[in-house]
């Protein structure tokens, strides 16, 4: 080295290789969640039409997400044409906009043209992904790892086995050839805990900068934050040491076309999103679709567009914009280069009060998951501020009565803005100040004892006594008010008591396996009588137990409701979480059947495509259990637990319902469904049953988390209400014989 650097000549040389091998170790770095960063589209071409990207960036868009297919650049084996999304990735990037490739789908010269299932097809594809990988070298692609897997896009079915292997081998093969490359996955559809795990206990995690997922629901964007924890939790699990993956919101929107969606509702929902995501630092958020795929009004598929069908070549814009479009537009204009920092709550769990801020600036987002209009009361300094609605519409100015400012808020956001820096607002927005004892809101990042620093990388929704279960680690908790405690992990749930045979059932789940000590208090009345039990009761957790059940007998049985309060503690800790005096009754005692008069009082109805063909009976069970035999064609069809009328009436207006169930490992679906006094019915989407064992389902039934039609169709439960049925929803794939068993339901009232 002496002798090199004598030399200017050879001195440069050196210095020159040093910044080959630095660049080269360094990744290209995932987008940054300052706005617009990681904001954008699905699309469905690779030559745009005249005006289409220049419409597309106008919106703010920075990234695009768009299928790399295998059968179309590999027509002659190990002959690649990469030509078409050449041409893409150059259009792009004249308008600063980044591609997000997604290597999928099969190639008719390998494995029967269905998705790589031999040696010599997953080797195919693996080639294909480096060369592709490498030919597009240095320009700051994302590379994901097929779209869907987990349902019908892996032909002839999924099979995360398949899946696995495919993957594992493109991630080997990409970080040989081109290691410097961004590599994600798995893209599923619906955030699928199961083939997640799978993916995760392989190994792929190693191979992965990112884990993608596809969060779709009908229900409102703010009720995919549960997930994302459990999510956060299961990739910190797994994931090597030393190593921060984050979360993508790969794909992901509304249909207008939905029940009860429409343009406006859709484009209320795009902004929501995109804020969800960015409060829980998902650094992408890929909005499905840029434009619509066709015109039937009926077709759901057609209406997830921002923009209309119909292209106008000779005319600016060449798309009629949707109010998603003008949503998106007005989100990027008005906080662009602002950051996501916290959420300021303001004593109503459902409304949603984002502050945003870029340096001494400060801005923030208003909106409510309620129906009816709210009026709230946010803290700030004295002052001014603009009001835009998320169309770009502004709104009469907004003073402050000395330091708050009343705003009424409804389901459409609203952004606000101080005429002059807001001190209180800037000091609240970076946690000068700000310390244990103020509550986020339904996400956080932690803060530490010793340090008051937020990590990036800890985020975990809040715990409160509105929740149907707890959660609890080893570790002290973070205070934010008397109501919320909240814990920097996910490993034990703890589920609302239940009745069972004469026994009060407490069942958790450990889903980190980790031994647990503690104690549990509980303080029963009106209706309900333990026998002789110590009061604490010790509880004991073994390390590997992950579905822990205490099972406390009864004086006399439950005729009808029963109240209840309790407490967990756990030993040599801080930590102690309770539940106030909750009213719980029986739907009904399924023990008190024998197999005629059960058939008299319930019956399992089969619904849905009335060609398709089932098999459905029921008969009583054990430990006072209802047991559902069945089995369904390929198609749709779904079957009904549903009981006689005297038993369908509920009185007064419960919060949810407590159902659990002995799972048959089918990947159907549980739902509920029930209806008020309007007409109106509501369907509450459950679980997969997707292991076989104990599911612990809670149902909500203050109309937040469930879809409606008939009736009135105003979405609002009108009280009193009837249970309908529980449902169990085929998966569409001709299933065996299956059997289930339903413990009787339970109404949880505060």
Same mark, same amino acid.
């Given at each position: 080295?002496?002798?090199?650097? =004598?030399?200017?000549?050879?001195?440069?040389?050196?210095?020159?290789?040093?910044?080959?091998?630095?660049?080269?170790?360094?990744?290209?770095?995932?987008?940054?969640?300052?706005?617009?960063?990681?904001?954008?589209?699905?699309?469905?071409?690779?030559?745009?039409?005249?005006?289409?990207?220049?419409?597309?960036?106008?919106?703010?868009?920075?990234?695009?997400?768009?299928?790399?297919?295998?059968?179309?650049?590999?027509?002659?084996?190990?002959?690649?044409?990469?030509? #078409?999304?050449?041409?893409?990735?150059?259009?792009?990037?004249?308008?600063?906009?980044?591609?997000?490739?997604?290597?999928?789908?099969?190639?008719?010269?390998?494995?029967?043209?269905?998705?790589?299932?031999?040696?010599?097809?997953?080797? #195919?594809?693996?080639?294909?992904?480096?060369?592709?990988?490498?030919?597009?070298?240095?320009?700051?692609?994302?590379?994901?790892?097929?779209?869907?897997?987990?349902?019908?896009?892996?032909?002839?079915?999924?099979?995360?086995?398949?899946?696995?292997?495919?993957?594992?081998?493109?991630?080997?093969?990409?970080?040989?050839?081109?290691?410097?490359?961004?590599?994600?996955?798995?893209?599923?559809?619906?955030?699928?805990?199961?083939?997640?795990?799978?993916?995760?206990?392989?190994?792929?995690?190693?191979?992965?900068? #990112?884990?993608?997922?596809?969060?779709?629901? =009908? =229900?409102?964007?703010?009720?995919?934050?549960?997930?994302?924890?459990?999510?956060?939790?299961?990739?910190?699990?797994?994931?090597?040491?030393?190593?921060?993956?984050?979360?993508?919101?790969?794909?992901?929107?509304?249909?207008?076309?939905?029940?009860?969606?429409?343009?406006?509702?859709?484009?209320?929902?795009?902004?929501?999103?995109?804020?969800?995501?960015?409060?829980?630092?998902?650094?992408?958020?890929?909005?499905?679709?840029?434009?619509?795929?066709?015109?039937?009004?009926?077709?759901?598929?057609?209406?997830?567009?921002?923009?209309?069908?119909?292209?106008?070549?000779?005319?600016?814009?060449?798309?009629?914009?949707?109010?998603?479009?003008?949503?998106?537009? %007005?989100?990027?204009?008005?906080?662009?280069?602002?950051?996501?920092?916290?959420?300021?709550?303001?004593?109503?769990?459902?409304?949603?009060?984002?502050?945003?801020?870029?340096?001494?600036?400060?801005?923030?987002?208003?909106?409510? %998951?309620?129906?009816?209009?709210?009026?709230?009361?946010?803290?700030?300094?004295?002052?001014?501020?603009?009001?835009?609605?998320?169309?770009?519409?502004?709104?009469? +100015?907004?003073?402050?009565?000395?330091?708050?400012?009343?705003?009424?808020?409804?389901?459409?956001?609203?952004?606000?803005?101080?005429?002059?820096?807001?001190?209180?607002?800037?000091?609240?927005?970076?946690?000068?100040?700000?310390?244990?004892?103020?509550?986020?809101?339904?996400?956080?990042?932690?803060?530490?004892?010793?340090?008051?620093?937020?990590?990036?990388?800890?985020?975990?929704?809040?715990?409160? %006594?509105?929740?149907?279960?707890?959660?609890?680690?080893?570790?002290?908790?973070?205070?934010?008010?008397?109501?919320?405690?909240?814990?920097?992990?996910?490993?034990?749930?703890?589920?609302?008591?239940?009745?069972?045979?004469?026994?009060?059932?407490?069942?958790?789940?450990? %889903?980190?396996?980790?031994?647990?000590?503690?104690?549990?208090?509980?303080?029963?009345?009106?209706?309900?009588?333990?026998?002789?039990?110590?009061?604490?009761?010790?509880?004991?957790?073994?390390?590997?137990?992950?579905?822990?059940?205490?099972?406390?007998?009864?004086?006399?049985?439950?005729?009808?409701?029963?109240?209840?309060?309790?407490?967990?503690?756990?030993?040599?800790?801080?930590?102690?979480?309770?539940?106030?005096?909750?009213?719980?009754?029986?739907?009904?005692?399924?023990?008190?059947?024998?197999?005629?008069?059960?058939?008299?009082?319930?019956?399992?109805?089969?619904?849905?495509?009335?060609?398709?063909?089932?098999?459905?009976?029921?008969?009583?069970?054990?430990?006072?259990?209802?047991?559902?035999?069945?089995?369904?064609?390929?198609?749709?069809?779904?079957?009904?637990?549903?009981?006689?009328?005297?038993? #369908?009436?509920?009185?007064?207006?419960? =919060?949810?319902?407590?159902?659990?169930?002995?799972?048959?490992?089918?990947?159907?679906?549980?739902?509920?469904?029930?209806?008020?006094?309007?007409?109106?019915?509501?369907?509450?989407?459950? +679980?997969?049953?997707?292991?076989?064992?104990?599911?612990?389902?809670?149902?909500?039934?203050?109309?937040?988390?469930?879809?409606?039609?008939?009736?009135?169709? +105003?979405?609002?439960?009108?009280?009193?209400?009837?249970?309908?049925?529980?449902?169990?929803?085929? +998966?569409?794939?001709?299933?065996?014989?299956?059997?289930?068993?339903?413990?009787?339901?339970?109404?949880?009232?505060?």
């Amino acid at each position: 080295m002496e002798k090199l650097i =004598q030399t200017p000549k050879a001195f440069f040389l050196v210095i020159a290789m040093l910044f080959s091998i630095i660049a080269q170790a360094q990744k290209p770095a995932l987008p940054s969640g300052i706005i617009p960063d990681g904001l954008g589209y699905n699309i469905h071409f690779t030559d745009a039409k005249p005006g289409e990207l220049e419409m597309l960036s106008a919106s703010g868009a920075t990234i695009i997400r768009m299928d790399f297919g295998w059968n179309s650049t590999e027509r002659q084996k190990g002959v690649y044409d990469f030509s #078409a999304y050449q041409r893409l990735t150059d259009s792009l990037v004249k308008y600063k906009i980044r591609p997000l490739y997604i290597l999928d789908y099969s190639n008719r010269n390998y494995d029967e043209g269905l998705s790589p299932y031999t040696p010599e097809g997953r080797s #195919a594809f693996a080639r294909w992904a480096a060369a592709a990988a490498v030919f597009f070298k240095d320009q700051g692609i994302i590379w994901e790892m097929y779209n869907e897997p987990n349902i019908h896009f892996w032909r002839p079915k999924p099979n995360p086995d398949d899946y696995i292997l495919l993957a594992i081998e493109v991630g080997k093969a990409l970080r040989e050839a081109a290691p410097e490359e961004l590599y994600i996955g798995p893209a599923t559809s619906e955030i699928d805990f199961d083939f997640l795990e799978k993916c995760f206990k392989a190994g792929l995690l190693e191979y992965w900068d #990112a884990v993608s997922v596809h969060p779709y629901r =009908q =229900q409102p964007p703010e009720t995919v934050v549960d997930e994302y924890a459990r999510l956060r939790w299961m990739i910190d699990r797994y994931a090597p040491e030393k190593k921060h993956i984050p979360i993508l919101s790969a794909e992901w929107g509304y249909s207008s076309a939905w029940g009860k969606y429409n343009d406006e509702l859709q484009g209320k929902m795009l902004p929501r999103q995109w804020m969800v995501n960015l409060a829980f630092e998902i650094p992408v958020s890929i909005w499905y679709d840029w434009h619509d795929d066709g015109t039937d009004p009926k077709e759901p598929e057609h209406h997830f567009g921002t923009t209309n069908y119909e292209y106008f070549k000779d005319r600016k814009p060449v798309y009629n914009p949707k109010p998603a479009y003008i949503a998106a537009k %007005t989100f990027n204009e008005i906080f662009r280069g602002f950051s996501y920092k916290r959420r300021l709550y303001v004593g109503n769990d459902d409304v949603y009060i984002l502050v945003f801020s870029n340096g001494q600036n400060v801005r923030l987002a208003a909106w409510t %998951t309620m129906k009816e209009p709210q009026t709230i009361t946010i803290p700030c300094s004295p002052g001014t501020f603009k009001a835009i609605t998320y169309l770009g519409e502004a709104l009469t +100015d907004l003073s402050t009565d000395l330091n708050s400012l009343r705003v009424t808020v409804t389901d459409a956001p609203i952004y606000l803005i101080p005429e002059r820096p807001d001190k209180y607002l800037n000091d609240f927005a970076n946690s000068r100040g700000f310390t244990k004892n103020e509550k986020l809101g339904i996400w956080v990042k932690f803060i530490s004892e010793s340090d008051s620093n937020l990590p990036v990388n800890r985020l975990m929704p809040t715990t409160s %006594t509105s929740h149907s279960s707890i959660r609890v680690n080893d570790s002290d908790p973070v205070e934010f008010n008397t109501k919320t405690i909240i814990y920097p992990a996910y490993p034990l749930i703890m589920n609302m008591p239940v009745i069972e045979n004469n026994e009060l059932v407490i069942r958790f789940l450990n %889903t980190g396996g980790e031994s647990f000590e503690g104690k549990l208090s509980l303080n029963p009345a009106d209706g309900l009588e333990l026998a002789k039990l110590s009061n604490p009761l010790p509880v004991s957790i073994k390390e590997g137990d992950l579905t822990p059940t205490l099972r406390l007998p009864l004086k006399k049985p439950v005729k009808n409701s029963y109240s209840l309060s309790f407490s967990l503690e756990q030993n040599n800790h801080h930590m102690k979480y309770e539940i106030p005096v909750k009213k719980f009754s029986l739907l009904d005692d399924f023990s008190k059947y024998n197999a005629k008069t059960l058939n008299e009082s319930w019956k399992i109805l089969p619904d849905g495509d009335s060609k398709v063909g089932s098999e459905q009976s029921i008969a009583p069970g054990e430990n006072g259990a209802i047991q559902v035999n069945y089995r369904f064609d390929e198609g749709w069809k779904f079957l009904r637990l549903a009981p006689q009328p005297t038993l #369908a009436t509920i009185e007064g207006q419960p =919060q949810s319902l407590l159902v659990n169930i002995s799972a048959d490992g089918s990947g159907n679906i549980i739902r509920l469904r029930f209806r008020d006094s309007s007409g109106q019915t509501f369907q509450v989407n459950g +679980d997969k049953m997707s292991n076989k064992g104990m599911m612990y389902l809670t149902f909500d039934l203050t109309g937040k988390k469930s879809s409606s039609w008939g009736g009135r169709q +105003d979405g609002v439960i009108h009280y009193p209400i009837t249970f309908d049925s529980l449902i169990i929803d085929s +998966d569409r794939k001709t299933s065996a014989p299956f059997s289930i068993l339903v413990n009787p339901p339970v109404l949880v009232y505060d």
